[in-house]
């Protein structure tokens, strides 16, 4: 079986992954990182996602072996342990999760938004958070938190 | 008095869990040597297994155990676990554990069985139909004491038709809704060297699924069927509560669709059988289509109204469709019959609720219990009604809400009621400004 | 699972030779959000798997008249890509609208064009910008026309040794005029219920190169080619484009499926089609 190397939250990892092993089965199945869901396994829920080089992908439809040499990051991988993310803090203080079986991929998605806009509108919070699904909120809360902690964000950098 | 949880914002401690990832559900648990499960599911909504031929996929290594139906020691309440009298497609036959998922699925396929089909039923307005292929041997309506339908008798209803300025009637269709969690139904169990077994489960309702497992399992230690099962367990026998450690993972949602013993029952044998420790992880296709879901309802209502707007008659029939065994069915069914004329006082009611059987997944509880669909209904009722009578569909509700003294249809005499008192509080906060006459209403005793 | 291959092509001529080796055995897999998608769900168990995500096939240029891009090129790269919206902004618009941010971010124009999905969004858009495909092998290449690209649900005219190198698209001109609409049951991660894709030139009040194209309403992208006629060389007036409304929707095979049935997609199409060339064109 091809060699699989990676780095997941810091960590480098080699791993064996077969031709259509999936990042998410690499990840909980061998890695024992159980942050990323599997709520679906087809790419419509969103439960699987992380960040694959800083952008967001639902692991559970990403081919593993295409993911060599590349950087992954899971909700454990948000902050140094013992530190709390401020979009953590925020669906902590929001209340935004309710069953919590959404909020890792919740965080990661929410993560790639404000890296890359941390000025975001409700609109583009709501397209951000697209792919994720939730049924338990009703989402008004899990957008709340992502606005608050944008403008947490925004503040410590001013 | 100083509060330190009434009236305070408290955190919820497992948001901590959430956010950091740290939360653990039945499937981030992790036991060295766990073994899989997969299930053969009937392809067909009505049969009779003739043949079933485990012996290619026991031999498959990698395999650890297959399981029949003569493998499980009772029944779920009517359920069989493991059916050879077939009543709904996907319901299981067989299930395997074996080392890994590839595995399993491959000896499921090498399981040679052979079905006789039969006529099944899916639509409960057939299945009422005394010549309806039989869901169970019993029939295909639940009987209710001396009564195929939950009847609920107050007043006189034909007298309250005759009273009446209006009939109001109203054909209304409440679908099946499936609860769809995010994760789904998932379980693992773990024999303990003591014999015990460690169940982990994502079930909302642990008490529940606990007792009725030791039901499911229940082996004094002279049972032969002991001698199949692994380990000390072949010694003690599953004979209390106490056999069994029940540990609730956290639970990626339910809304009332984790209640049922779903994999917990075969993955226990499974255990027993193998000595292993045992995961049964449902696909989402497994979760959507087998799991307990609430069952479509079929509902007349038929109003007598004075032209002032007091209701007073209201007949309510129902159908149930509950699919192919009983579990929660007759719960939700008087739970919706005691509560289906709405928060109302009639003097002249009429319930009659029907819980059918036919050829589908088992139906379970939801969100309400009954209670969401026929809010629906009545409420929908309620809103035709004033518009039809030219009446504000706040004030129809005001002259109809139950008064402290008044007596329910299931004769109850109320003594704390508040609705009016919410509705005009209601109106406050939405912005809806009520005439003085409904503002000065009050649930005071009627004649008080 | 034990005996497949997995090949990361190095280069284009690897990837050929590989094709050309394995055939049908093989899946080429960039993105692979519908490949991974349809192996989860135990509907496709590939022998051979060639990755093709690092044989240089992700850009998006201007060579004269036409706007290039190569055929893993991601659809968020598309979404965002100044070139693009400027000289294929239906492409642009239709692409942001498939799936989600994550599956943006994975999926290629050159797997929605393979996997040949009656509702896919950038093949529908594609067929109305009249763009071509350019088809390689270790034998040549050629060139298709999308139009003549799609042969039913999930069939192409790809032969198992060719690889979709790129998609070549007419710049829109001065002149040009386009509409875009999805219509799903959610507003992300759905397959349309419908699309509609309208291209267009207008000079001098004067139709030209009508392109009336649906999406999810036949076996294939469907370009309604009599619709279109009707507007070929006029000036468009209220009538006329009810009439080509009504034409569109005549042309369609639509099917009953989870999504919708064929009377609703017949009624939406006819009213889509009539709105957005009634935007468009006043």
């Not at chain 2, 380990?231 to 049922?260: E, M, N």
């Not at chain 2, 969100?367 to 706040?394: C, H, Y």
């Not at chain 3, 042309?251 to 064929?262: G, H, N, S, W, Y």
Request: hydrophobic fraction near 40%; charged fraction near 25%; aromatic fraction near 8%.
């Amino acid at each position: 079986m091809p060699m699989l190397k990676l780095k997941v939250n810091g960590r480098d990892y080699e791993v064996e992954a077969g031709p259509t092993t999936t990042l998410l089965e690499v990840l909980r199945g061998k890695l024992l990182i159980t942050g990323p869901k599997i709520g679906c396994n087809t790419g419509d829920c969103g439960a699987c996602s992380v960040l694959l080089d800083g952008r967001l992908v639902k692991s559970c439809i990403t081919n593993a072996l295409t993911a060599h040499g590349k950087e992954v990051i899971t909700v454990e991988g948000l902050v140094e342990p013992g530190e709390f993310h401020p979009l953590q803090k925020a669906f902590y203080e929001h209340y935004a999760s309710q069953c919590g079986f959404c909020t890792p991929g919740m965080l990661v998605a929410a993560k790639a938004l404000l890296d890359e806009n941390p000025s975001p509108t409700r609109d583009e919070v709501k397209e951000a958070i697209s792919g994720n699904l939730c049924r338990c909120t009703g989402y008004v809360k899990i957008i709340e938190a992502i606005m608050a902690a944008a403008q947490e964000m925004r503040k410590k950098k001013a | 008095m100083e509060f330190k949880v009434i009236g305070q914002r408290v955190k919820r401690y497992d948001g901590l869990y959430h956010v950091t990832g740290e939360a653990k559900y039945v499937d981030d648990i992790y036991v060295p040597g766990t073994l899989t499960v997969k299930a053969l599911r009937s392809p067909v909504a009505k049969g009779k297994v003739r043949c079933l031929d485990i012996s290619a996929a026991e031999k498959l290594p990698g395999v650890a155990a297959v399981i029949t139906n003569e493998d499980v020691p009772h029944p779920f309440q009517d359920q069989p676990i493991l059916a050879v009298n077939i009543r709904f497609k996907g319901e299981p036959i067989a299930a395997v554990a074996a080392v890994d998922e590839e595995t399993a699925l491959e000896a499921i396929s090498r399981i040679k069985v052979d079905i006789e089909e039969e006529q099944p039923v899916f639509d409960p307005l057939e299945a009422m139909k005394p010549d309806a292929p039989k869901v169970r041997p019993a029939g295909n309506l639940y009987m209710f004491g001396k009564y195929p339908y939950r009847k609920i008798v107050f007043g006189d209803i034909e007298v309250g038709f005759k009273e009446a300025d209006y009939i109001i009637e109203e054909n209304y269709l409440h679908l099946p809704q499936e609860h769809a969690p995010i994760e789904p139904s998932a379980c693992l169990v773990v024999p303990e060297a003591d014999g015990r077994l460690t169940l982990y489960s994502m079930s909302q309702a642990p008490h529940l699924i606990l007792s009725w497992l030791v039901e499911v399992l229940y082996t004094e230690p002279t049972d032969p069927r002991c001698a199949k099962w692994s380990g000390r367990v072949r010694q003690r026998g599953i004979t209390s509560l106490g056999d069994i450690k029940y540990i609730s993972a956290f639970c990626g949602g339910a809304f009332g669709g984790k209640l049922s013993i779903a994999p917990e029952h075969i993955t226990a044998i499974l255990a027993l059988k193998t000595g292993r420790p045992v995961k049964w992880r449902w696909t989402r296709e497994e979760e959507n289509l087998y799991s307990t879901y609430r069952g479509p309802w079929n509902v007349n209502i038929k109003d007598g109204v004075k032209k002032d707007g007091r209701i007073v008659a209201r007949q309510i029939r129902s159908i149930y469709d509950g699919g192919a065994y009983t579990f929660f069915n007759p719960y939700v069914v008087d739970k919706y019959s005691f509560l289906a004329p709405g928060p109302y006082f009639i003097p002249n009611v009429y319930i009659e609720t029907y819980c059918v059987y036919t050829n589908k997944p088992p139906a379970g509880g939801m969100r309400g219990f009954g209670v969401t669909p026929s809010s629906f209904a009545t409420e929908v009722q309620m809103n035709k009604i004033a518009a039809e009578l030219g009446i504000d569909p706040w004030e129809l509700r005001f002259i109809n809400a139950y008064r402290n003294g008044d007596q329910t249809p299931t004769r109850r005499v109320l003594d704390s009621v508040y609705l009016i008192e919410t509705m005009q509080a209601l109106a406050k906060k939405a912005g809806v400004k009520l005439p003085d006459r409904l503002m000065k209403m009050t649930s005071a005793e009627r004649g008080k | 699972m034990g005996k497949a291959l997995f090949f990361k092509a190095a280069d284009q001529n690897e990837a050929c030779t590989l094709l050309a080796r394995y055939g049908e055995k093989a899946k080429v897999l960039a993105g692979g959000t519908d490949l991974m998608a349809r192996v989860n769900r135990r509907l496709l168990s590939p022998e051979v798997v060639i990755f093709i995500g690092g044989i240089g096939l992700n850009y998006i240029r201007e060579e004269g008249d036409n706007l290039v891009i190569g055929a893993t090129t991601t659809h968020a790269d598309i979404v965002r890509s100044a070139l693009v919206q400027e000289k294929a902004p239906l492409l642009a618009e239709a692409t942001g609208q498939i799936g989600s941010p994550a599956i943006r971010n994975m999926g290629t124009i050159g797997g929605n064009l393979v996997n040949a999905s009656p509702a896919a969004d950038a093949a529908t858009a594609l067929l109305a910008l009249g763009a071509k495909l350019k088809l390689v092998s270790a034998k040549g290449q050629r060139q298709v026309a999308v139009e003549e690209f799609f042969t039913g649900p999930g069939k192409t005219v790809l032969r198992p040794d060719e690889l979709l190198q790129e998609v070549i698209i007419p710049s829109k001109r001065p002149g040009s005029k386009w509409a875009w609409q999805k219509l799903g049951k959610r507003k992300a991660d759905i397959v349309a219920v419908i699309s509609v894709a309208i291209a267009l030139q207008m000079n001098k009040g004067v139709c030209s190169k009508v392109r009336i194209v649906l999406g999810a309403v036949a076996p294939v992208p469907l370009l309604a080619k009599r619709a279109g006629a009707l507007l070929e060389g006029k000036k468009p007036n209220k009538a006329l484009i009810e009439e080509v409304a009504k034409a569109a929707a005549e042309e369609m095979t639509p099917i009953d499926d989870v999504r919708a049935t064929a009377w609703y997609r017949r009624k939406v199409s006819e009213a889509l089609v009539k709105r957005l060339l009634s935007q468009i064109l006043e």
